[in-house]
């Protein structure tokens, strides 16, 4: 099994107990804690077609879906939301499919926002 194959396996993993029936995983990746070279694995962010689940060490927060991660650049891109998440730029393109899932699901009316 392949490095991308391991990570979308980490985050089905993450997510299934997590998932409403018949819901469905567009993409996900992880969020770091700490400074600089300093940085553990915190969260993972899992969204799917009808939410986004912030699924922590020993909590779930399941968000509205209608949230833009917007263009990350440099080496961590920060979201704003209860508090400040940072994410590494390997998890990029993640966050631009999250986005771009969204753009999707808005011009086929299937979700407001």
């Known amino acids: 099994m392949g490095y991308q194959e ?7 993993k993450r997510a299934a107990p ?3 029936p018949g819901e469905q995983i567009q993409t996900g990746f992880v969020t770091l804690t700490g400074w600089w070279i300093f940085t553990v694995p915190a969260e993972t962010f899992v969204v799917t077609d009808r939410a986004i689940l912030v699924v922590g060490r020993g909590e779930v927060q399941r968000l509205p879906r209608d949230f833009w ?3 990350p650049t440099g080496l ?6 209860d508090r400040t998440y940072k ?4 998890w990029y ?8 899932a969204l753009r999707e699901m808005q011009s086929r009316g299937t979700h407001e926002g």
């Open 6 to 12: 391991r990570r979308v396996e980490l985050i089905g």
């Open 18 to 20: 997590h998932l409403e």
């Open 69 to 71: 991660f917007g263009q």
């Open 76 to 81: 961590y891109h920060l979201i704003e939301l």
């Open 87 to 90: 994410v590494h730029r390997q």
């Open 93 to 100: 393109p993640e966050l631009n499919a999250a986005d771009e």
